[in-house]
């Protein structure tokens, strides 16, 4: 359990990280990109071996390469569902893709199933979407923007998927730090060649500054994923469970942090959404000693 909230305080400081990033006008990115190979930095930090070619004969290696290349696009394509339908779309399309790799976690691995957990796995997602409602109207996509937001979960769904296959199939427990910082190298490589677009344009004007939000942002995303890999590899924590479990968590710890450090204001159903994510957490955590 130790892991997963690793990986949950991880990805709420991300987004702490990404709130000051307006305040102090920081391409984001950039600093996106930037902070994939501040990642991969990381990674190699803590796999302490220096990496060789045999990388490229390792089996998971085509599933980083897929890893990587999903990163930029479902990044970019969240950045153009924030621009046209704001970021409660996107944070809702973001979370509620878990139920993509939890339905593959119960199909693919025969995980558990019964009724406190499916009751706690729905009052999760009915959590995510509440919580992230900003307007008092609710969320409003025009049918033409319709697809970012649907393209966004999917790509987010399979990039859990992905991760929790080759994490089963092919990763042992010595490379899960390099498997993980492989992702962010390769993700960072696919950022440098949109980077020498923009340049061969005209459109690139490089900060400093911007490197420096590459490396606030690097550590913990890095964290976000090597401890979400290592959450998944503990005996007895089934993917059904860690993954709407992560998604709540940080849903709701990011909530709390925004309230804490930025004064936002909470409408009554975010409130209502928070008392269903506790309710979720408590339900999915103790589903087995229910079975």
Do not use: C, H
């Amino acid at each position: 359990m130790i892991y997963l909230l690793l990986s949950v305080l991880s990805s709420s400081v991300i987004f702490v990280i990404f709130k000051l990033y307006d305040r102090f006008g920081i391409n984001t990115l950039q600093a996106i990109i930037f902070n994939y190979f501040f990642a991969f930095a990381s990674g190699m930090l803590i796999d302490q071996r220096v990496p060789e070619v045999r990388i490229f004969s390792e089996a998971w290696f085509p599933g980083t390469v897929i890893l990587g290349f999903m990163f930029i696009a479902v990044f970019y394509l969240a950045a153009l569902t924030t621009q046209r339908s704001g970021l409660s779309v996107v944070s809702v399309a973001t979370k509620m893709s878990v139920a993509i790799p939890v339905f593959f976690g119960i199909v693919l691995y025969n995980e558990s199933t019964g009724f406190i957990k499916i009751a706690g796995i729905l009052l999760a997602l009915a959590a995510v979407y509440l919580t992230s409602i900003k307007k008092k109207e609710g969320i409003k996509i025009r049918k033409r923007n319709l697809i970012f937001p649907l393209l966004v979960f999917f790509g987010s769904g399979i990039i859990d998927t992905t991760i929790k296959f080759l994490e089963t199939s092919y990763v042992v427990e010595a490379d899960v730090a390099l498997f993980s910082s492989t992702i962010f190298a390769i993700a960072g490589l696919v950022g440098v060649s949109i980077l020498i677009i923009q340049a061969f344009l005209g459109k690139l004007v490089l900060s400093f500054k911007n490197v420096l939000g590459g490396i606030a942002l690097g550590i913990p995303n890095f964290g976000s994923i090597y401890f979400l890999v290592l959450a998944l590899r503990t005996e007895g924590m089934e993917s059904s469970t860690v993954f709407p479990l992560n998604n709540v968590a940080i849903v709701m710890i990011s909530t709390f942090l925004g309230i804490l450090l930025f004064r936002e204001r909470m409408l009554t159903k975010n409130w209502i959404g928070i008392a269903l994510a506790v309710a979720s957490i408590i339900l999915i955590a103790t589903s087995e000693s229910w079975m």
